[in-house]
Each structure stands twice: as C-alpha cells, then as structure tokens.
C-alpha cells in the first residue's frame, strides 16, 4: 500500500509529465512551422514519451493501492527561438524534471518506500537533451540541417 503522501508526491509528477508532453508538442509545432520536420519528429515522440511517463505513474499508483489523479495543466509557451534555443530549453527542462524526480525519491525514503525509489528514473532523458544541445552548437548553421535530418530518424 502506498501512503497518501507518496501518492500526492506522484500525483504531482503526473501532472508535470503531462506539462512535459504540452512543452514538447508545442515545441515539435513551433519547429514544424519553421521547417525543421526532423526535430519537430523528434519534440513529438518525446511528447509521447512524456505522456507515458504520466501513465506509468498513475499505473504505479493503483497497483499500490493508491488513487492517481491528474491536476490541472498549466499552458506551455509557444515561441522557443533558434533551433539551439530549443534544445537548451528541452536540456533545461530536463535538468529540472531530474530534480523534481530527486525530490520524489527523497519524499520516498522518508516513507521508507523501497518499490518506489527503484521504479524512478530519469538520467537518460537529461543525458540525450544536452547531447542534442552539443550537436546543434558542433553543426553551427551550415549543419543544421544534417541534425535535424538525424533527429527525424528517431523511432
């Protein structure tokens, strides 16, 4: 069974996942719109991502015996910049959802929730995002282009 305060704790990050999808999906339009497919391809499969994530919590939930919930999501932003500009906004955000899933394993510690500390996990995501920054700042703007055509072949 999982305590109420844990299940708060994730009920929170649901929401944030689900901010996370919002962020990413404006962000693969926004892209869209100025010509970069690839990287809008690849902002809308970690859309995807983000939304799972919230599902796989709130399945976590349950299974322990909890309630999820989904709060309100705030609106995303809408204009985001030069390609670099993007992805240090998505290498950013990264950076802080991490911190945001330190906290969670913190809150579950404290309760002494073993299952719950195991079942969190974030490092990849913020490892990919500065990974993409480093590419963008590498191909400067004659190899824009090539990086966006690699983040299109994401699967």
Wanted: charged share 30%; net charge negative.
């Amino acid at each position: 069974m999982i305590t109420e305060k844990l299940q708060n704790a994730i009920n929170e990050q649901i929401t944030a996942e689900m901010w996370s999808s919002n962020l990413y999906l404006a962000m693969s339009f926004y892209m869209e719109k100025e010509g970069y497919n690839g990287m809008a391809s690849w902002l809308k499969k970690q859309a995807s991502e983000e939304k799972a994530h919230a599902c796989e919590m709130a399945s976590y939930i349950i299974k322990r015996g909890g309630k999820a919930k989904l709060d309100k999501i705030d609106v995303v932003p809408n204009d985001f910049g030069t390609p670099l500009e993007v992805f240090e906004q998505v290498a950013q955000h990264e950076r802080r959802v991490s911190k945001m899933i330190d906290e969670l394993v913190d809150v579950a510690s404290a309760e002494k929730d073993k299952a719950t500390q195991d079942f969190l996990e974030q490092v990849e995501e913020e490892a990919t995002a500065d990974g993409i920054v480093d590419m963008i700042k590498k191909a400067g703007d004659a190899g824009i282009f090539f990086v966006d055509s690699k983040l299109g072949e994401r699967r």
